[in-house]
């Protein structure tokens, strides 16, 4: 699987790959963030839900804090992102 993702480049930013067992679902953004949901293979394509998980969240979240610094290297502390988040995909068909 690691050297699937290292020899593909993600078109549009989303790269999907399906093992027997479960599908890996990746966005990776112009900044260099990698945003990944894995999901059994009945999730079908999850493209505008990634998507969403970054414009809306992510950056509405984290970005815009005053707090954030794009070049720390701290993992992202953000409860409000992990409020928001768990929300939305508690809301989508696929993970209930």
């Given at each position: 699987l690691a050297q699937k993702m290292a020899s593909v480049k993600p078109k549009?930013?989303?790269l999907?790959?399906?093992t027997n067992v479960f599908t890996?679902?990746?966005f990776h953004t112009a900044s260099g963030m990698r945003f990944v949901l894995n999901t059994d293979n009945n999730a079908g394509d999850?493209?505008?839900?990634m998507?969403?998980?970054y414009a809306m969240?992510?950056?509405?979240c984290?970005?815009?804090s005053p707090l954030w610094s794009p070049a720390s290297t701290k993992p992202v502390d953000s409860p409000l992102f992990d409020r928001q988040l768990q929300t939305y995909l508690e809301g989508l068909s696929c993970f209930r």
């Open positions: 549009d930013g989303m999907t790959i399906k890996m679902h990746q999850l493209r505008q839900n998507y969403h998980i969240i992510w950056v509405e984290v970005v815009k």
